[in-house]
């Protein structure tokens, strides 16, 4: 059972949090919350899949323990696609910038696929954050990407809601509000005036 994780590079990664972070710093959060949500999903019983087109992330991954995807670069649908069709059995569809994502979440996640029952979750603003099955659908990321992705899963899908699969990490506001939240204590360094590397030096002086 395979959790299939799209990464762009992360040197590249969370432009829109420029207004909070500079490239360094945004490059490290990208990094860091790539490692959360890989180990959730490994913690909670699935094999890792990461899809990436970055030289870089596939070291990255491949030091993770996970499986490298070439991204065909066609954009997020077309990755996701790419990695489900290499990923024989059940498999889910996780984004890589969720802070809260735990192992609970995902051994929910993964009992459901174990019962034959699809799975999804929303974003926010109404995207699809989790996406599982075990046959392949047709996907449709983008605005309001989750009721089309609902509409095309068999019956019966399993909707996870909680806090830990919608939050992400699209802008400012919601480094500075997951920060304050339950599992969210890791992205403290990010909404601090120092770097995460002088809060980890102090920490150990």
Known sequence: MHAVIPLKGFDVAKERLAPL??????????TAAAGHVVSACADGGFDLAVVTGDEAVAKWAMAHSARVIPDPARGLNAACSAGI?????S???????LPLLDAATMRRARAALVAGRPVIAPSRD???NLLGGRHRIHL???????HRHLAALPKDPYILTGIES????DTPADVSAAAGLP???WLAPFVSQE????IELSADS
Do not use: K, Q
């Open 21 to 30: 972070l500079d490239h360094r710093r945004r490059s490290s959060l990208a």
């Open 183 to 185: 599992g969210g204590a």
């Open 85 to 89: 069709a290499a990923s024989p059995g």
């Open 195 to 198: 770097s995460p590397e002088r």
């Open 166 to 169: 919608i939050i992400e990490l």
């Open 91 to 97: 498999w889910i569809v996780v984004h890589g910038d």
């Open 140 to 146: 449709s990321y983008g605005p309001g990407s989750f």
């Open 126 to 128: 109404g995207g699809t």
